[in-house]
């Protein structure tokens, strides 16, 4: 399903904003962005947002995944966001800091697009529908293979709220499983989704 963009969001149409990320991407991450793209549709569709938002939030929330490190850094500062971010890594810029650099370089202003792309990652206690949408999207997408996706997919068409719980429990228990360091936001976001039904 191809949406025709009637400029609401991007200034631009969907094939020039495809050719600003493929030029940033490498065909990997590029092809998990057009799986992603897909899967936001589908839940858009189900779930009553319109598709021409969820298109180009699906589209631009990896935008940034390939900056480097010094970038994210300078970003940081340059748009006085918490320093606490520094402690982190491309794992949380990307979305956070992501959103920034999607703002300054696509020229994308809109809140609803940018806060998803902050969210996709960890998620938060409050999230919009389309918050939603590109999170459960970005973890079941076509090109994802791990223990449980296929489970995953089949709550998301069928209640987005269970997907969104569904998803935050089980990286979580991946993460502790793994012995990672969790982001604050992601522990309130498994309290709010997980534990807070």
């Known amino acids: 399903m191809e949406v025709a963009y009637n400029k609401h969001y991007y200034a631009g149409s969907r094939q020039e904003l495809v050719a600003k990320?493929?030029?940033?991407?490498?065909?990997?991450?590029?092809?998990?962005?057009?799986?992603?793209?897909?899967?936001?549709?589908?839940?858009?569709?189900?779930?009553?947002?319109?598709?021409?938002?969820?298109?180009?939030?699906?589209?631009?929330?990896?935008?940034?995944k390939e900056k480097s490190d010094q970038e994210f850094l300078a970003m940081i500062d340059a748009c006085q966001l918490d320093p606490d971010l520094k402690n982190w890594s491309n794992f949380i810029w990307h979305g956070v800091v992501g959103a920034e650099i999607i703002r300054q370089e696509l020229g994308i202003e809109d809140e609803a697009i940018l806060n998803a792309v902050r969210r996709h990652t960890v998620g938060a206690v409050n999230m919009t529908r389309l918050d939603q949408i590109v999170y459960v999207a970005d973890y079941i997408e076509e090109n994802r293979d791990f223990p449980g996706v296929k489970t995953a997919r089949a709550i998301a068409k069928n209640d987005l709220k269970e997907a969104v719980a569904f998803e935050t429990s089980h990286t979580l228990a991946h993460l502790i499983a793994n012995e990672k360091t969790i982001y604050p936001a992601a522990i309130s976001t498994y309290n709010a989704w997980v534990c807070g039904r």
């Open 21 to 64: 990320i493929a030029a940033e991407l490498s065909d990997f991450r590029f092809r998990h962005v057009l799986g992603v793209e897909k899967a936001a549709l589908e839940l858009a569709q189900n779930n009553g947002v319109d598709l021409e938002l969820a298109s180009v939030a699906a589209l631009v929330h990896d935008y940034a």
